[in-house]
């Protein structure tokens, strides 16, 4: 299966800042990727798909300016979360996929605490 | 619009005891099935797979059958290990859906010396 990373893994930040997630494919290039946040004991939210060289679809209730999404090739995307507050400290997991294949292959994830 | 629907956990075994996990759909069109299991403090990893009715995933003793009379995938081991605790997610994806994946809630398994 194909491997996908995250950077950074954990992060902690001052309320009001922004922070940068990094979602790598590290061994096939992916048309399409996906990036979900999943609250403590519950499942993972979609909040956004993107083409390679498209902007991205968010899904309802998913403020596109507070998550800004970039999918500047077909082995990066970058998730920036603006202006963070507690309330978006969460865990953040990327995943791809291609037309090669039927399925998603998702990242390690990132937590983020914002204090 | 297509949903999946998991028994609530956690559930707690015994080691070397039978798991099943129940999950069951709904889809808009032809379903492929998944099981993603999560590890603690990590991201998702594919468990196993079926594409088409009758079709068996297998992967690591964990089994899974796609019966589309019953609309139905649940997960099954015979012999669960203490390493085998973590959250398993049924999910599913449409054709046509640009692998868009609908997961279920999660169940949380935790198994016990």
């Known amino acids: 299966g194909a491997v996908v990373s995250q950077h950074p893994s954990r992060v902690i930040c001052k309320s009001g800042t922004s922070v940068k997630i990094e979602c790598r494919s590290l061994?096939?290039?992916?048309?399409?990727m996906f990036w979900y946040r999943q609250f403590p004991k519950q499942s993972l939210m979609l909040m956004a798909t993107s083409n390679e060289g498209s902007k991205a679809t968010y899904e309802q209730g998913v403020e596109k300016d507070k998550f800004l999404i970039n999918h500047a090739s077909l082995t990066l995307s970058t998730l920036t979360v603006t202006s963070a507050h507690p309330e978006d400290s969460s865990f953040y997991i990327c995943s791809w996929t291609s037309g090669t294949y039927n399925e998603q292959f998702f990242g390690p994830g990132t937590r983020l605490t914002v204090l | 619009g297509d949903s999946v629907t998991q028994m609530e956990g956690p559930v707690t075994l015994s080691e070397e005891a039978f798991l099943t996990i129940n999950c069951t759909y709904t889809?808009?069109?032809?379903?492929?099935l998944f099981w993603y299991v999560q590890y603690p403090g990590e991201g998702l990893q594919l468990l196993l797979k079926a594409t088409k009715a009758d079709d068996k995933g297998s992967n690591k003793g964990f089994e899974a059958t796609y019966r589309k009379e019953t609309t139905s995938f649940h997960l099954e081991k015979g012999s669960v290990q203490v390493s085998d605790s973590a959250v398993y997610f049924c999910a599913l994806t449409v054709t046509g859906g640009g692998n868009k994946l609908t997961f279920g809630t999660g169940t949380q398994l935790k198994v016990e010396l």
């Open positions: 061994d096939f290039q992916a048309t399409t």
């Open positions: 889809a808009t069109g032809y379903p492929s």
